[in-house]
């Protein structure tokens, strides 16, 4: 697995599919929240429907990644928020390529997915910001409680490989986009267009050898499938990652997708 490597994961990736209507009544104003301190970021500024948040930056893995998440989290869920759409807050540095840092987020939230783009943003709404939009969508903070309440589950799963049994989507809250399967000891990935499921595609487990020259590029994967050689397309891997959940001793569940564009986070649809 030498094409596996580590993503230098743009911070608002996974932070943002359709409009709609009027911006559902929301917190009103006030101070940002008091955390526990061992967080590594913090809320510094608070609106009606948006707040600004500062994120560590220990390195350009999938660590930040789940710290950029659970801020995202703890927030829209202490305020009541269902969907959250993050852009660099103004004065933003550009994110380091490696190395400690911080990066700031402007993150608004809303109760209604058919809010419109446009009204919630209001003046920090861009072209940019739509294209990335109409791209990557809502995060669902529903989904993101998947996610970090399946820290306890780790345990319990005693063939990670089931983990990874299952329909997943690139959005948090997106349509079905590769499903994995299993008949009698074979796994098997498809994949969806338009004109619907591909062909199944055999895969295997990833060796322990191949787990541990992942694990040297940052990757904890605990397990692994993918593509069997000779295959007409050798690019797909599906991996379940664990990584530790800022400020606890529980782990979060990411389930990765790599393929010619560089790794994805697969969220696990219901």
Not at 30 to 48: C, D, F, K, L, V
Not at 86 to 106: M, W, Y
Not at 144 to 154: C, I, P, T, V
Not at 160 to 183: C, E, M, Y
């Amino acid at each position: 697995m030498g094409r596996v490597r580590v993503a230098h994961l743009a911070l608002v990736l996974f932070v943002c599919s359709p409009a709609g209507a009027a911006v559902a009544a929301a917190q009103q104003p006030g101070q940002p929240s008091a955390r526990s301190g061992n967080e590594p970021y913090r809320e510094t500024q608070r609106g009606p429907a948006h707040s600004v948040i500062e994120v560590s930056i220990a390195d350009p893995g999938f660590g930040t990644t789940v710290v950029l998440l659970k801020a995202v989290y703890d927030i829209a869920t202490e305020r009541g928020f269902a969907y959250a759409f993050a852009v660099p807050a103004p004065g933003a540095a550009a994110s380091p390529g490696g190395g400690q840092g911080a990066a700031l987020l402007k993150v608004f939230m809303t109760k209604d997915r058919e809010t419109p783009l446009r009204t919630l943003l209001g003046a920090d709404y861009s072209e940019q910001a739509q294209g990335q939009f109409d791209r990557e969508g809502w995060t669902s903070i529903s989904q993101l409680a998947r996610m970090f309440e399946a820290g306890s589950r780790g345990g319990l799963v005693n063939d990670p490989l089931s983990d990874l049994i299952g329909v997943f989507s690139l959005r948090a809250d997106g349509d079905p986009n590769f499903r994995v399967s299993k008949t009698g000891p074979d796994y098997f990935v498809e994949s969806r267009g338009p004109a619907g499921w591909s062909k199944p595609v055999r895969l295997v487990a990833m060796t322990d050898a191949e787990r541990a020259k992942a694990a040297k590029s940052g990757i904890n994967a605990s397990s692994g499938l993918r593509m069997t050689e000779g295959s007409a397309d050798q690019q797909f891997d599906i991996l379940r990652i664990e990584e530790p959940l800022p400020g606890s001793g529980r782990a979060v569940i990411l389930h990765v997708v790599y393929s010619w564009f560089g790794p994805n986070l697969l969220y696990k649809l219901p």
